[in-house]
């Protein structure tokens, strides 16, 4: 089992920054890939970004040039980097890891609200 607890939102003017962090606990080293997701009001969830143990990233097209994904392997972390937010980034965050047996574990999301 792997256990997610993410922390960094909160309340920022469009164009503003903001770190997001997701510290895993429990079975981290079955860990393979490591994300954030987010769930705007009355939409689906959607991958914002995504990387593997290995480093490989992979990014939505709506945040690429400015989120930034990145690992910690050592201490199970994974952050995200945001700049240049924009109100259409207003959204419920999810930390979300899959083992290498292809187990899924979500963290129960923060709050980033972008007001324009």
């Known amino acids: 089992q792997v256990q997610l607890v993410e922390s960094g939102g909160g309340l920022v003017q469009a164009g503003g920054s903001l770190r997001l962090s997701c510290a895993a606990s429990?079975?981290?080293?079955?860990?393979?890939?490591m994300g954030w997701y987010r769930q705007a009001p009355g939409k689906q969830r959607e991958l914002v970004a995504g990387?593997?143990?290995?480093?490989?990233?992979n990014y939505a097209d709506s945040v690429k040039g400015r989120f930034t994904i990145s690992r910690d392997n050592v201490w199970g972390a994974v952050y995200l980097q945001m700049n240049s937010l924009k109100p259409g980034d207003t959204a419920v965050y999810y930390c979300?890891?899959?083992?290498?047996?292809?187990?899924?574990?979500w963290g129960k999301g923060t709050l980033v609200t972008v007001s324009s």
């Open positions: 990387i593997t143990s290995g480093g490989s990233t």
């Open positions: 979300n890891s899959v083992t290498y047996r292809r187990e899924t574990y």
């Open positions: 429990g079975a981290i080293f079955s860990v393979n890939t």
